[in-house]
């Protein structure tokens, strides 16, 4: 099966309760249902963030793949990179079902999710099994459970039990779905989290690169400090952003008031603002990865003229299908030409 023939079975699916069609996808992935995109790269999509190379800069954000499950079958659609996760040190369910919702009039995704997982032993066996080389970069985001968490101790235990396995590591403080969680985005606990991370990683063998996502609803007076806080402390990069728990005016789908992150086309402006404000506090000290509502070559451009180095996809990867990521890829290449880049590295930041 072709990633065309995969989308087109997209309205199946969309008759399904949004979360059993979710579940439903990530096996067809593992059977190899949804297909592969077997064509090379245009070597105008090539980049290089953050100490690692990219065949292209179109990456799966957390969320989708929150066990590892799919990794290889998912870098086969013809992603640059995938992030798996948010995994937490021990499983835990979520919250009670439903907590995921459609707005297909809105090309939106709400969810409540709160970081379902089984856990990090078993995510991380997935991510050994691997086989080796991949087909692109895989990165690990990480969180903490809902119950009986110490930050200051899980996130440095997660980051050390994965850094042999991924090719750079996510510090997920932003998802609005763990009560509590966005209160350790504050520039002391955050700093204290990445101090203790720090000294994880000085007794490592392999450190892989370590990043910061952060929300899309602090203000703006606040991204300063949690910029210098990271820029400090040896982190490589941010990803702007996550969900929000704003809704925006104008939103028509009969699920707008469910409770949980908003992603999608409405969350686009937002989260394109934080990244070009944080392009320019970061005055080149760390690689931004840009995410929320892209879902055109167009859309991937802008966050890349913003500041991104890399862009992620989640909704309108879920909404469209597979063949969604290459046309991003042939939409972006002709854009970069058209506006007279030879690269995307030459573009990042260009409309800050």
């Not at 469910?258 to 404000?277: I, N």
């Amino acid at each position: 099966m072709t990633p065309g023939l995969a989308s087109a079975l997209m309205p199946l699916l969309r008759g399904m309760d949004a979360e059993a069609a979710h579940g439903l996808a990530l096996r067809a992935l593992n059977f190899g249902l949804a297909g592969r995109n077997a064509a090379t790269d245009d070597p105008v999509l090539a980049t290089d963030a953050f100490g690692l190379s990219f065949r292209n800069p179109i990456g799966l954000a957390a969320g989708f793949d929150k066990d590892a499950a799919a990794v290889l079958p998912l870098l086969r659609l013809g992603f640059g990179f995938v992030e798996a996760g948010t995994v937490t040190p021990l499983p835990q369910p979520g919250n009670p079902r439903p907590r995921l919702f459609r707005l297909p009039e809105d090309r939106a995704v709400i969810n409540r999710m709160g970081f379902n997982n089984g856990g990090l032993d078993a995510f991380r066996a997935r991510l050994a099994a691997l086989p080796r080389p991949l087909p692109g970069i895989v990165g690990a985001n990480i969180g903490v459970n809902k119950e009986g968490a110490v930050p200051e101790r899980d996130y440095p235990a997660l980051y050390a039990a994965l850094a042999p396995l991924a090719d750079y590591i996510v510090v997920n403080v932003s998802s609005p779905n763990t009560p509590g969680l966005r209160d350790l985005q504050g520039e002391e606990r955050l700093g204290a989290i990445l101090d203790a991370i720090g000294r994880a990683r000085a007794g490592l063998e392999r450190a892989p690169p370590l990043l910061v996502k952060l929300a899309p609803d602090l203000a703006n007076a606040a991204l300063e400090p949690l910029v210098e806080t990271c820029a400090a402390r040896g982190v490589s990069g941010l990803v702007l952003t996550n969900t929000t728990i704003g809704r925006p005016e104008g939103l028509r789908g009969r699920h707008r008031s469910e409770a949980g992150g908003l992603s999608g086309a409405p969350l686009r402006d937002r989260a394109t603002e934080v990244l070009r404000r944080c392009f320019r506090l970061a005055r080149g000290r760390l690689a931004l990865i840009g995410a929320g509502g892209v879902s055109s070559g167009e859309d991937a451009l802008a966050k890349i003229r913003a500041g991104a180095s890399l862009v992620q996809l989640y909704t309108g990867f879920a909404l469209s299908g597979p063949a969604l990521v290459p046309r991003i890829k042939r939409e972006l290449a002709a854009a970069l030409r058209r506006e007279g880049f030879a690269s995307v590295a030459g573009a990042v930041g260009t409309g800050a």
